[in-house]
């Protein structure tokens, strides 16, 4: 058991290590343009409680780790990122948002809603030495029950995006159809991480 485990463990390892940071993965900012109607049910939003991060790309991922951890981007290694992230979000109505994960550390950010588009936030770290995960975020797709899409135009940097989700995990189905959506988006199929929560602590 403990070896069949471990070298599950190993495989998984092998293969996150290739999927290391790289600046040249950003995807240019591109402009999200604004629905006829509201895409997100924003009361059902505000009803999941936490927000799980299941699936997200790869760069995103990166950024979320680096600005939770306030730690330099070179000493954070995407590998243990995976195992140690746990991420969930803690969105609230007041304009706070709370990013947790790596066993007990909070992020604050401040949430502004976007005046020409009712899918769109603005987000900016609450002090910390560094703020790298701050940008404009949209949802562009949503079933109102299960799971939201976001991409987020990072400021200084380049486009990503992420899965909030009710559940640690998305059905087959929900990733098929969130994967399609960021392919159709113009994001690469290849460029994204899953979170395991079962052996996060909290
Ligand atoms: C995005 O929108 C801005 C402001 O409307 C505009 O200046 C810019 O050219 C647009 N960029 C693209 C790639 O369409
Ligand atoms: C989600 O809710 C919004 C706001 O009520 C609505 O405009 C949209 O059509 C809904 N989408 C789905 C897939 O139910
Ligand atoms: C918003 O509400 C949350 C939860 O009650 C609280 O922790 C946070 O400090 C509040 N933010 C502001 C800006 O008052």
Known sequence: MWYSASFTLLCIASVVQGLVFRGSNDQPCFNISTPETPILDAKWASSIDPIY???M???HLYRAAVDLLQKDPKDVRLSTVYYDACIKWHM???GTTFLKGFNGLTREYARTPLKDNPDGFTYVGVGGVQDVFAGTLHITLTDNK???FTV???KNA???WGVGS???TLTEETKKIVLDHAVSLGFNREDFTELKYDTCKN
Request: contains cysteine.
């Open 166 to 168: 009710t559940t640690p």
């Open 146 to 148: 299960t799971f939201f």
């Open 53 to 55: 991060y299941p699936v």
């Open 57 to 59: 790309s790869t760069v």
């Open 158 to 160: 380049g486009m990503t």
């Open 92 to 94: 609230y109505g007041n």
């Open 152 to 154: 987020t135009c990072m």
